[in-house]
């Protein structure tokens, strides 16, 4: 009884969660594959690739929902990172790496758990923070509110070095995540997105960002599901950045800038910012291309013909597919649909 | 049941209405009347709460100048806005639903719809369809039936004949005629003055911003003095 009660009143749950799992299909048959092989280069690769599907999910969250383009998911990928980091790097390394860390971080060390609980709750704080100076603004004026948090939040990792250690790595995190591990954690990110993308909120929030006007005047809270929205994206792109931290056990803060926030709003805007699905398959398009078109670089022989070394081809080709893609489909390959609007078309919902 | 006083809306240094006060009684459809740039759109924003304003605008007695757009809309006033502003990417029924944001109450929703659609029999045909593929007429029929998901007790129509072709404005102005005989009090912005006229109860004629003439739609109706003085027609 309960539970039909609770389908009826939440007719989208069903379908997003199971849509979910059809989203996360591509990601997961890949990276089996590659687990399959057991080459470890192409798992640490494959490792890689799901922390972006984690990110550019978490950036769809906001781009997708909201409207605009953001430039800052990725200070929330690294305060993520730094933040576990911080909380759960061993005290005796941290004498060695941040013996000056302020409010008594440096004799302070956490079980990994531990540590993700308090960093996410540090990112809820400063997204509510950022959140509720950012929602208030539309258009362009919000996508250069986020270029400025961006740099404010470079140059506070850059110089804040007792702390972060500014330029220098920061080493010594436990690294105990693995691929099968990351893969449920952005299935469970994949499908959040999706149920918040079919709630009544986010159907609310697309709404609004497609006619602002209309949708006020039909008494939606624009500005609360915004916010709400700029949260769940900073909280997911800083898992992102967790699950990277604790598998690879180094972090810089110049991984996590610009050319890493155009790596992942060019995957959102090729594979198409208005779905969860066209994350995926943006991440999954441009990660494989890069890897092929970086061997391509080296010179190898192709068909018996020995290519020349064309270093940077990798950029090169990236810039290019990004153009054909907005040329061909400006709203990206998926466009507005989910894998399972393709394979079951959408019988909306009658009540 | 809605009584502005003195109402100024100012765009920076430019007033776009200056001081109007006007009034709709329960049951009644009003006109508010006047050519481009007369500050009739200025006017119903600010009733909504979508623009700024001075002076007092009271509904039911109660003075709602510093509420909201959306509690103004759980008090029961609709505004559906210029332009018709339908969700292009959304079908008839999202429309609808979306149009009820302000309803917690889902049960009372299906009903909702029904009346929506037993109002509109054209988007029950077309319940399913995107709301982009609908006819420009249509989609005026789904923006006012979206306006009444929200069980408004005041609704707000500005410019239902724009960019409508004349046979299509006589089916929208037969449904408007329709609503306001269910009981619905109406404030109906309109350029096409013979229409509005033919509808409402009583008109104000606004022009520059001001008021320049009010009474009853057949008296304005039939003093062509007026009527081409501030409407060129």
């Known amino acids: 009884m309960t539970s039909t009660n609770q389908s009826r009143r939440r007719p989208f749950l069903r379908r997003a969660v199971l849509g979910g799992l059809m989203t996360a299909l591509p990601m997961l048959l890949v990276c089996i594959a590659i687990i399959a092989t057991g080459e470890q280069w192409m798992v640490r690769l494959a490792y890689a690739g799901v922390v972006a599907v984690v990110v550019v999910v978490g950036l769809q969250i906001q781009m997708g929902n909201s409207g605009g383009v953001s430039f800052s998911h990725t200070v929330f990928v690294a305060i993520g990172a730094y933040a576990v980091a911080i909380l759960s790097v061993p005290v005796q390394m941290k004498k060695l790496i941040i013996p000056n860390a302020p409010f008594g971080l440096a004799d302070l060390s956490l079980s990994p758990a531990a540590a993700v609980l308090v960093a996410l709750l540090i990112v809820a704080v400063l997204a509510v923070i950022t959140g509720l100076v950012i929602v208030r603004v539309s258009g362009i004026a919000a996508d250069i509110l986020t270029l400025c948090l961006q740099i404010i939040a470079h140059s506070v990792f850059m110089y804040w070095t007792s702390l972060f250690r500014g330029s220098q790595a920061f080493f010594g995190i436990p690294q105990f995540m693995t691929l099968p591990a990351a893969l449920a954690v952005a299935m469970a990110v994949i499908i959040g997105a999706r149920i918040f993308r079919d709630s009544p909120w986010g159907v609310q929030l697309r709404a609004s960002s497609e006619n602002l006007l209309a949708a006020r005047c039909f008494a939606v809270n624009v500005t609360r599901l915004r916010l709400l929205a700029w949260i769940l994206s900073a909280l997911a792109c800083s898992i992102g950045g967790m699950i990277f931290a604790f598998y690879i056990g180094t972090i810089n803060a110049q991984s996590f800038y610009f050319p890493y926030v155009f790596l992942t709003v060019a995957m959102l805007i090729l594979g198409g910012m208005n779905s969860v699905s066209g994350a995926v398959v943006g991440v999954l398009i441009i990660s494989i291309g890069i890897e092929l078109i970086r061997n391509l670089e080296n010179g190898p022989v192709l068909f018996g013909i020995e290519l020349p070394t064309l270093y940077g081809l990798s950029g090169l080709a990236l810039g290019a597919v990004i153009i054909l893609g907005m040329v061909l489909r400006p709203a990206g390959i998926m466009g507005t649909r989910e894998f399972d609007d393709i394979l079951f078309p959408r019988r909306p919902e009658t009540e | ?233």
């Open chain 2, 1 to 233: 049941m809605l009584s502005i006083s003195n109402l100024v809306v100012a765009y920076g240094p430019v007033l776009a209405v200056r001081g109007l006060s006007l009034e709709v009684f329960k049951g009644e459809a009003v006109a508010l009347i006047g050519p481009n740039g007369a500050g009739k759109t200025s006017t119903i924003m600010a009733l909504a709460g979508l623009v700024p304003a001075r002076g007092d605008i009271l509904f039911d007695s109660a003075p709602i100048n510093s509420l909201s757009t959306e509690d103004r809309v759980r008090l029961g006033i609709a505004l559906c806005p210029e332009g018709r502003r339908v969700f292009v990417g959304l079908t008839v029924l999202e429309n609808l639903v979306l149009g009820a944001a302000s309803q917690p109450d889902r049960s009372r929703r299906k009903q909702d719809i029904d009346y929506c659609f037993d109002l509109f029999p054209r988007l029950a045909e077309r319940r399913d369809q995107v709301a982009g593929t609908l006819s420009g007429g249509e989609q005026q029929m789904l923006a006012i039936a979206r306006a009444l998901m929200s069980r408004p007790r005041f609704l707000i129509l500005d410019e239902p004949s724009l960019g409508l072709a004349p046979r299509i404005i006589e089916v929208i102005f037969e449904h408007i005629a329709k609503l306001k005989a269910s009981g619905m009090t109406i404030l109906l912005v309109e350029q096409n003055v013979g229409k509005a006229l033919a509808i409402a109860d009583r008109a104000y004629v606004l022009a520059s911003g001001s008021l320049r003439a009010t009474g009853k739609a057949s008296d304005l109706a039939a003093d062509p003095e007026t009527i081409s003085a501030y409407l060129g027609g």
